[in-house]
């Protein structure tokens, strides 16, 4: 599947998109006399939008995702060959207008994937991911990422690059080079815990066969030893709706994964 077709569904499946649609679906099939079937879908498409961006909804939605692969401190993390810390965390400076490096919500890969150096739990650190389509005049994440990790204290000879990859599957196969350089067999992988069993699995299946084993070192958790509590667990909010959005891209790009199993289980 490309990578704007995986957009575009992703787009389409997303709570705020469904619910949209489903609510100007319902108004459409009311206009044209079909009124109890819009309002029964205008109804349920608003009632499921409203529960998505609520942080009960998304809490259920994140939980049997991120407690799969738990984080645990650095100090406790196993011992490895490379830390491997994905993107999507930060935004290289895009001067002059924006000269400094952009912290996402996911900044704490890049803390974490520190945290796992200075605790000596490997050699290597590598910063993998690219820019978007639109921004190829803008420096790579990778590199956003490596002024913070040396920033946080990773040397600069202990750092190795990949930055033309735009999302999960290209992480993996574009990263290749850069765990075969540094000799690595044990890989901690950084990422976030909602994101963890996804990329997990597709970093596992673009190295397979290859004698590198890759150990989740997640981080970023929102749901774990946070459920919401009281009236405002069922109040609906913009940031509720963000990580519902990212729960239910995450299960899609599972079920992705999945498919691609099976034809390739088909064909062999």
Request: hydrophobic fraction near 50%.
């Amino acid at each position: 599947m490309s990578y704007e077709l995986i957009k575009a569904v992703g787009w389409l499946a997303s709570p705020l998109t469904l619910g949209l649609l489903g609510a100007l679906l319902g108004l459409a099939l009311a206009a044209l006399g079909r009124r109890r079937a819009g309002l029964v879908l205008g109804a349920f498409s608003l009632a499921g939008l409203w529960l998505l961006a609520t942080p009960q909804g998304a809490w259920l939605l994140a939980m049997p995702l991120e407690q799969r692969h738990p984080p645990v401190p650095a100090a406790a993390s196993p011992q490895a060959d490379a830390v491997l810390v994905l993107g999507g965390a930060l935004a290289a400076q895009m001067p002059p207008e924006q000269p400094h490096i952009g912290f996402g919500m996911a900044a704490d890969r890049v803390w974490h994937a520190a945290a796992l150096y200075r605790a000596g739990k490997a050699r290597w650190v590598l910063s993998v991911g690219g820019n978007r389509p639109g921004y190829e005049d803008v420096a790579p994440e990778s590199e956003a990422m490596a002024e913070v990790l040396r920033a946080l204290g990773v040397p600069a000879q202990a750092i190795r690059q990949e930055g033309s990859s735009r999302n999960t599957r290209e992480n993996a196969s574009f990263s290749r080079p850069l765990v075969r350089a540094v000799g690595a067999r044990r890989v901690l992988l950084v990422t976030s815990a909602l994101h963890m069993p996804r990329a997990l699995r597709v970093f596992q299946d673009a190295f397979a066969g290859s004698g590198v084993t890759f150990i989740p070192a997640a981080t970023d958790a929102d749901a774990l030893g946070d459920e919401p509590a009281g009236l405002a667990a069922w109040l609906p909010d913009a940031k509720a709706l963000e990580w519902s959005s990212r729960a239910v891209k995450e299960y899609l790009g599972l079920a992705q994964v999945w498919m691609a199993m099976m034809t390739q289980g088909e064909k062999t």
